[in-house]
Nanobody, 113 residues
């Protein structure tokens, strides 16, 4: 069974840091991304990490967030620094391979001002 399981969310004060993890099972994904969805807003792309190490970031998080990948553990991480209240959202892991997509269940990140 192909599955993505996120962890690491929580409550943090503005300026703080969190690291999210997304453990994959059942497949090796050619690309693993993070998305987020704030209350009342559409889900938005945050960052991408491909199997060959290419990374990209949304402008809103560039310079503050870092996506990385441990291929041996089949896990992708999102290190989030200098968090802002507007980063509050449910963060979802997303994996693609051979045209198939898989979503994780999401993990809540709340940044207090």
């Amino acid at each position: 069974q192909v599955q993505l399981v996120e962890s690491g969310g929580g409550l943090v004060q503005a300026g703080g840091s969190l690291r999210l993890s997304c453990a994959a099972s059942g497949s090796i994904f050619s690309s693993m991304d993070w998305y987020r969805q704030a209350p009342g807003k559409q889900r938005e792309w945050v960052a991408t990490n491909t199997l060959d190490g290419v990374t990209n970031y949304a402008n809103s998080v560039k310079g503050r967030f870092t996506i990385s990948r441990d291929n041996a553990k089949n896990t992708v991480y999102l290190q989030m620094n200098s968090l802002k209240p507007e980063d509050t959202a449910v963060y979802y892991c997303y994996g693609t391979t051979s045209g198939k997509v898989t979503w994780g269940q999401g993990t809540q990140v709340t940044v207090s001002s």
